[in-house]
């Protein structure tokens, strides 16, 4: 069983930069991040392999947005920059039940965080 607990989200104006926390309990294998704007569909945001050696970004986020871990604490971590109005959302992260490359579809995650609020004003 994994347990997930995202932090580092609050209010920020336009072209600031906040950091997101993921911490796991139990073991992970590659992580993702998520998020979902009121009203619609939870998308991809960017997802990360145990190693740190493979990534994936939405094409949306690319260049702005930086997904990492450290395993020794067993957190992971979105880095996000130059934020945009359109960047507001709910953000969670989400692992897989078993040993997978990082996913881009919300279907291949098993366990999923509470969510953290990120509201960035223009």
């Known amino acids: 069983q994994v347990h997930l607990v995202e932090s580092g989200g609050g209010v920020v104006q336009a072209g600031g930069s906040l950091r997101l926390s993921c911490a796991a309990s139990?073991?992970?294998?590659?992580m993702g991040w998520f998020r979902q704007a009121p009203g619609k569909a939870r998308e991809f945001v960017a997802s990360?392999?145990?190693?740190?050696?493979?990534?994936n970004y939405a094409d949306s986020v690319k260049g702005r947005f930086t997904v990492s871990r450290d395993n020794a604490k067993n957190t992971m971590y979105l880095q996000m920059n130059s934020l945009k109005p359109e960047d507001t959302a709910d953000y969670y992260c989400?692992?897989?039940?078993?040993?997978?490359?990082?996913?881009?579809?919300?279907?291949?995650?098993?366990?999923w965080g509470q969510g953290t609020q990120v509201t960035v004003s223009s």
């Open positions: 989400a692992a897989p039940l078993g040993l997978s490359p990082p996913g881009t579809l919300w279907e291949e995650y098993d366990y």
């Open positions: 139990g073991r992970t294998y590659s």
């Open positions: 990360i392999s145990y190693t740190g050696g493979s990534t």
